[in-house]
Structures are given as structure tokens and as C-alpha cells.
Nanobody, 115 residues
Framework: QVQLVESGGGLVQPGGSLRLSCAAS????????MGWYRQAPGKQRELVAA???????NYLHSVKGRFTISRDNAKNTVYLQMNGLKPEDTAVYYC?????????WGKGTLVTVSS
């Protein structure tokens, strides 16, 4: 059974940083496009950042210049470095793996930005 396990969430003050990790198992990780989504209370889930199997990235406009997505195929892990965090970044962050119609999700990790 495919597993995506997120870690690294927590409580951080505005302006602070966090690095999220998503470890994948039982998939050929290197061929998958990987993404980080988030869902805030009362809002729809939105794509925050994505990275293709070739390393091309794209970002939600509001996080450009603050967040960086990266992947380590040797470790079957995708990361989201989040700097300059704002209260509006508060959400549950989900990892996604997608390839050729296959779509897998992690259970999420909560990020709370508050003073």
C-alpha cells in the first residue's frame, strides 16, 4: 500500500520558518510529480507548490519567494521550505504524488502561524 507521511509542521511565530518533509513508500518515487497542498479552516484545498519528475517547479502566487519545494529521489522524499511565514499560511499541509492518473495523498501536517 502506498504511503505518504508528512512531518515538520508545528506552531511558529510570524516571520519564522519551517521545513516540511514527505516520505513516500511503495511507489517509484522518481517518476511521480509531487505537490504540497494546504487547506485552511472553511476554505478549499489549494496547491501551494509542485515539482515535476524532471525538477520543474511552480508555486502559488502568494508564496513565491518565500517557499521552496525540492525533492530527493534517493530518499523518496519531497520537502517544502517555508520562510517568512504569515498568519494566512496557517493550514493543514498535504503531500500529493501524481502520475498517469494515479493520485496519492498523505494525511497532512498542521502548520500554525501565530504570535
Amino acid at each position: 500500500q502506498v504511503q505518504l507521511v508528512e512531518s515538520g509542521g508545528g506552531l511558529v511565530q510570524p516571520g519564522g520558518s519551517l521545513r516540511l518533509s514527505c516520505a513516500a513508500s511503495r511507489i517509484t518515487f522518481s517518476i511521480y510529480a509531487m505537490g504540497w497542498y494546504r487547506q485552511a479552516p472553511g476554505k478549499q484545498r489549494e496547491l501551494v507548490a509542485a515539482i515535476t519528475n524532471t525538477g520543474r517547479t511552480n508555486y502559488l502566487h502568494s508564496v513565491k519567494g518565500r517557499f521552496t519545494i525540492s525533492r530527493d529521489n534517493a530518499k523518496n522524499t519531497v520537502y517544502l521550505q517555508m520562510n517568512g511565514l504569515k498568519p494566512e499560511d496557517t493550514a493543514v499541509y498535504y503531500c500529493n504524488a501524481a502520475y498517469d492518473g494515479l493520485d496519492y495523498w498523505g494525511k497532512g501536517t498542521l502548520v500554525t502561524v501565530s504570535s
